[in-house]
């Protein structure tokens, strides 16, 4: 199995300032199609994980534009430039190049 | 836009078998593989298994032994069932579209005596 470790495992921020959350494979997620699937989530209590990012670097619809993906093969970073309220929340990291699909551990984003 | 409702037992005995079924609505049900993916209490994501609409599927090796994924597409359904339960299987059971904004409500299943 690809092993997905995130870090840190929480994450404490005063509003307005930035967040950055690792995530390093045991194994690169570069399919020999081009792309690398690696996504981001976003769960909030009682509530599905929600989709932030997707392939690395790709916004979904409706994200704002403070979220960013980044990294290659086997190490990844998902940054939010100014934290906000509504940030908070569980972020998940997923490979899905290979099966099983693998989640990182979750690292809780809370406000200071 | 693709939603997707699931339903089944919540509550089970240990040894008995989770059933839980997900309903596919507005969207085309072809070309995807549909997963269920689980949720310890407190804990992180773990995915279970996938199948398609040809019925071809795939499980996590943990948990093989015990899962059966099955799909029926004149209803645009596809089951999970987990047999020979423990506390351990006590989890919110979603169903979902990995990579994607997919994913039902989750279900709460508690095995407990």
């Known amino acids: 199995d690809i092993v997905m470790t995130q870090t840190p495992l929480s994450l404490s921020v005063t509003p307005g300032q930035p967040a950055s959350i690792s995530c390093k494979s045991s194994?690169?997620?570069?399919?020999?199609?081009?792309?690398?699937?690696l996504y981001w989530y976003l769960q909030k209590p009682g509530q599905p994980p929600h989709l932030v990012i997707y392939?690395?670097?790709n916004r979904f619809s409706g994200v704002p534009d403070r979220f960013s993906g980044s990294g290659s093969a086997t190490d990844f970073t998902l940054k939010i430039s100014r934290v906000e309220a509504e940030d908070v929340g569980v972020y998940y990291c997923?490979?899905?190049?290979?099966?099983?699909?693998?989640f990182g551990q979750g690292t809780k984003l809370e406000i200071k | 836009q693709v939603q997707l409702q699931q339903w089944g037992a919540g509550l089970l005995k240990p040894s008995e078998t989770l059933s839980l079924t997900c309903g596919v609505y507005?969207?085309?049900?072809?070309?995807?593989?549909w997963s269920w993916i689980r949720q310890p209490p407190g804990k992180g994501l773990e995915w279970i298994g996938e199948?398609?609409?040809?019925?071809?599927?795939n499980y996590n090796p943990s948990l093989k032994s015990r899962v059966t994924i099955s799909i029926d597409t004149s209803k645009n359904q596809f089951s999970l069932k987990l047999s020979s339960v423990t506390a351990a299987d006590t989890a919110v059971y979603f169903c979902?579209?990995?990579?994607?904004?997919?994913w039902g409500k989750g279900t709460t299943v508690t095995v407990s005596s």
């Open positions: 979902a579209r990995p990579g994607t904004e997919v």
């Open positions: 199948i398609n609409q040809s019925g071809s599927t």
């Open positions: 392939e690395v670097s």
């Open positions: 507005g969207g085309s049900f072809s070309g995807y593989y």
């Open positions: 194994q690169s997620l570069l399919h020999s199609d081009g792309k690398t699937y």
């Open positions: 997923m490979q899905s190049i290979q099966l099983p699909r693998t």
